[in-house]
């Protein structure tokens, strides 16, 4: 059975910082990894897509990073700001999304 | 190009009714899953439909079900509900779903259910 970890589960940061959040999964039999964030109360807004044969992709401030091999990827958000607060969740795609637990991410002013 | 609507975005309901939700996908998009997220457990899988049929199905009771229409339209249905049903409804659109390789997938704004 899928599992996935999430570390740190809550993080605040200055403005203007690099951050880096983990994500570990213990069945490397995945199509793909997907990063969100979700704001309170909201739905998920998808942020990246790393394909199960891809090692990184980038969208703008953030890197995301795959190691099938080793069960992990790492959400990279280069200078932070206050928008960027929210959770981030990862999740695994095999049959079905398994999700992490989520990092509360604050980004202070 | 429009996103993944659901439909209400808010209910409240008394233990022992049966809820209707409902998902529209992205155009073209034929996979439709539903999660349900509460603060206790997280986002867990309910069930997955692709063409009309059940692909796919998660550790819930028999009281949850869904269907999905010609269009793709889905609808999540929770019958003799439970306090423990309170939660957030999110469904999730994708051109080919799980276990069809690497496809993207977006999400809804959630229905929030609340039972009383």
């Known amino acids: 059975k899928q599992e996935v970890t999430q570390i740190p589960a809550a993080l605040s940061v200055p403005e203007g910082e690099n951050l880096v959040l983990n994500c570990s999964f213990t069945d490397s039999a995945i199509y793909n990894l997907q990063w969100f964030r979700q704001d309170p109360g909201k739905g998920l807004t998808s942020l990246l897509l790393i394909q199960s044969s891809q090692r990184e992709q980038t969208s703008g401030r953030l890197n995301a990073s795959l190691d099938k091999s080793s069960g992990r990827s790492t959400l990279y958000i280069a200078a932070s700001q206050p928008g960027d607060s929210a959770t981030y969740l990862c999740a695994v795609m095999g049959q079905n999304f398994v999700f992490g637990p989520g990092t509360r991410l604050s980004v202070l002013p | 190009k429009a996103g993944v609507t659901q439909t209400p975005r808010y209910l409240i309901k008394t233990r022992g009714q049966q809820v209707t939700l409902s998902c529209s996908p992205i155009?073209?998009?034929?996979?439709v899953s539903w999660y349900q997220q509460t603060p206790g457990q997280g986002l867990q899988f309910l069930f997955e439909?692709?063409?009309?049929?059940?692909?796919n199905k998660g550790n819930f009771p028999g009281r949850f079900s869904g269907r999905q229409f010609s269009n793709s339209r889905s609808e999540m249905n929770v019958s003799t509900l439970e306090l423990g049903d309170s939660a957030l409804y999110l469904c999730a659109s994708s051109a080919n779903g799980g276990g069809r390789g690497n496809t993207e997938a977006f999400f809804g704004q959630g229905t929030r259910l609340t039972v009383v």
């Open positions: 155009s073209g998009h034929r996979s």
């Open positions: 439909y692709f063409s009309e049929t059940q692909r």
